[in-house]
């Protein structure tokens, strides 16, 4: 018999503006007690120095979470020049250091290499796998380490501000997958010096932006008045990107027992031409997601099921 999972059947998507050194794991916990959910998850992790949005997902919403990783997300951070950290980042060990200090000019000229589609290798201190361990512990034993190149997508990379020849402030907007952290790393080489992260904001993850986000603090002074569970977003807050289609409470029942539903009966009531072959579709009833499923010649095919 399956062990019964402990706390209560919490559902949908809330927004901590997370602090500095607190490690995501950390919040998630600190959210899981104050909310007594039985099941969260995070939508990408931040490093313990970085501050700003950080999505979880509670219960069912866990099964939407790779949409929500897959949205754009945006960063304001801080480049400091002339010392290259082991972790990129101001908490490293310093591993090298430089006289150069590039000018505003300078940054400008380099800064389109680092738009649209570019190759990154990740940093060593990263949850990067490498023959089945996160490379940030092999990088902590000293083991030797060689990270492949990956592609990533940089949409817009912008200077703000040169508070003084030291320090350069820039604006991020990235797809999936990207660290800010090797960005950093590979602009400074690119000009001529080295250079780490000294501040990171995440400001905006999908659909959510800072405005959206509350502290740990607040989230907690909601749970001692009971209203925690109110400030949650709806389960298919993730799913904005997705076409809806509105079923009936007989189709929304046969796509949980996991069985197909016509997709002619459904287009008799709702047209499925801006629908490709093939396309993923989320299958509502009653203004809830019932399942995520596919078009699949005459069929709509449920491939994930949500039961709450």
């Not at 190759?119 to 060593?124: E, L, R, S, V």
């Not at 660290?179 to 001529?192: F, H, K, S």
């Not at 002074?221 to 569970?229: I, P, Q, S, T």
Request: aromatic letters at 6%; proline letters at 5%; hydrophobic letters at 40%.
């Amino acid at each position: 018999m399956a062990r019964k999972r402990r706390g209560d059947p919490v559902h949908g998507w809330l927004v901590i503006d997370k602090s500095p050194n607190i490690t995501s794991a950390k919040v998630v916990n600190q959210a899981r007690k104050i909310l007594n959910a039985a099941k969260v998850g995070h939508s990408g992790t931040l490093d313990p120095m970085a501050t700003g949005v950080l999505p979880l997902a509670f219960g069912e919403a866990t099964k939407t979470v790779s949409y929500m990783m897959d949205g754009r997300k945006e960063y304001l951070f801080t480049v400091c020049w002339g010392e290259a950290r082991d972790t990129d980042d101001a908490e490293g060990k310093i591993i090298e250091t430089s006289d150069q200090r590039p000018d505003r000019a300078e940054i400008e000229a380099a800064l389109p290499e680092f738009t649209g589609e570019i190759d990154q290798i990740p940093p060593a201190y990263s949850a990067i796998k490498v023959d089945g361990e996160r490379a940030y512990k092999l990088a902590r034993q000293e083991k030797p380490l060689e990270l492949k190149s990956r592609k990533i997508f940089i949409e817009r990379f912008e200077l703000i501000d040169c508070p003084d020849e030291a320090r350069a402030i820039f604006e991020l907007t990235s797809g999936k997958g990207a660290y800010i952290r090797g960005l950093a790393r590979d602009l400074a080489r690119r000009l001529g010096t080295v250079g780490h992260i000294s501040s990171l904001r995440r400001t905006r993850v999908g659909p959510f932006k800072e405005n959206d986000a509350i502290s740990l603090a607040k989230l907690e002074e909601l749970g001692h008045k009971g209203a925690a569970v109110d400030i949650l977003r709806p389960v298919e807050t993730a799913l904005d990107d997705i076409p809806a289609l509105a079923l009936t409470e007989d189709e929304a029942r046969r796509l949980r027992c996991g069985q197909s539903v016509s997709a002619l009966t459904v287009a008799k009531r709702t047209p499925l031409t801006e629908i490709d072959q093939g396309a993923t579709i989320c299958a509502m009833a009653d203004g809830k997601v019932v399942a995520l499923a596919k078009l699949e010649g005459g069929e709509i095919r449920p491939f994930r099921v949500l039961n709450f």
